[in-house]
């Protein structure tokens, strides 16, 4: 089975600094993809960023960047820039390449951007 | 394109009693997920249609639960005879087939609460 953790619960960064938010996965599948979702306060989730588990590159969307270390089983998201609308949950996210495509998540991150 | 509806978006009942949820998902998107959040954890998978079709079930889904999507549109999730332990976040998800299918997008979620 796979699992999916993040050890950091909550997280806080200035306005106009990076952060990094980590998680690691599990899984005996060879071909897989990972995301990171983002849930603001009292709204719907929404995707940050996708990463295939084939692609050595690693993915980026405009201030979000990811650090795919695919042996180690370790997928972390760079924020740079940090915005107050950052201020999110974040939800890394895990899925097989076959089956019914459905999310394994991990417990999550708050992040909270100071001004 | 609306996106994802749930309705009710909060919902209070008394143990025992039984509860509806509904999800309409983006219109042309054949592939519906249910899933639960529960306080301080990710979302967990429930249930996945491919259009009218309930293709796998989480063993998460307790007798009490059931699912059904008629026509392949719309969705509903019932939870007969409620429990404390039903208190939760219910995520609705949606996407298309094809490459379309690593991507879903949430709804704003239907808040249990049983007392």
């Known amino acids: 089975a796979q699992t999916v953790t993040q050890s950091q619960p909550e997280m806080s960064v200035q306005e106009a600094e990076t952060v990094t938010l980590s998680c690691t996965y599990d899984?005996?599948?060879?071909?897989?993809?990972l995301f990171w979702y983002k849930q603001p306060p009292s709204r719907q989730m929404i995707l940050v960023i996708r990463?295939?588990?084939?692609?050595?590159q690693n993915a980026t969307e405009n201030r979000f960047s990811v650090n795919f270390q695919k042996a180690a089983k370790s997928f972390s998201l760079k924020i740079s820039d940090s915005q107050l609308g950052d201020t999110a949950m974040y939800f890394c996210?895990?899925?097989?390449?076959?089956?019914?495509?459905?999310?394994?998540f991990g417990t999550g991150t708050r992040l909270k951007v100071l001004a | 394109d609306t996106g994802v509806s749930q309705d009710p978006r909060h919902k209070i009942t008394k143990r025992g009693q039984n509860v509806t949820f509904r999800c309409d998902p983006i219109?042309?998107?054949?592939?519906l997920y249910w899933y639960r959040q529960t306080l301080g954890q990710g979302p967990e998978f429930l249930t996945y249609?491919?259009?009218?079709?309930?293709?796998?079930k989480s063993r998460l889904l307790s007798d009490r639960f059931s699912a059904e999507r008629p026509k392949g549109s719309f969705s509903t999730l019932e939870i007969q005879r409620t429990e404390q332990g039903d208190s939760a976040m219910y995520l609705c998800?949606?996407?298309?087939?094809?490459?379309?299918?690593?991507?879903?997008?949430f709804g704003p979620g239907t808040r249990l609460l049983v007392l």
């Open positions: 899984t005996s599948e060879n071909n897989y993809y």
């Open positions: 996210a895990f899925m097989t390449d076959s089956g019914t495509y459905k999310y394994i």
């Open positions: 998800a949606s996407s298309l087939d094809g490459s379309g299918r690593l991507t879903q997008y």
């Open positions: 219109s042309e998107h054949n592939r």
């Open positions: 249609f491919q259009n009218e079709a309930q293709l796998e």
């Open positions: 990463q295939e588990a084939y692609k050595q």
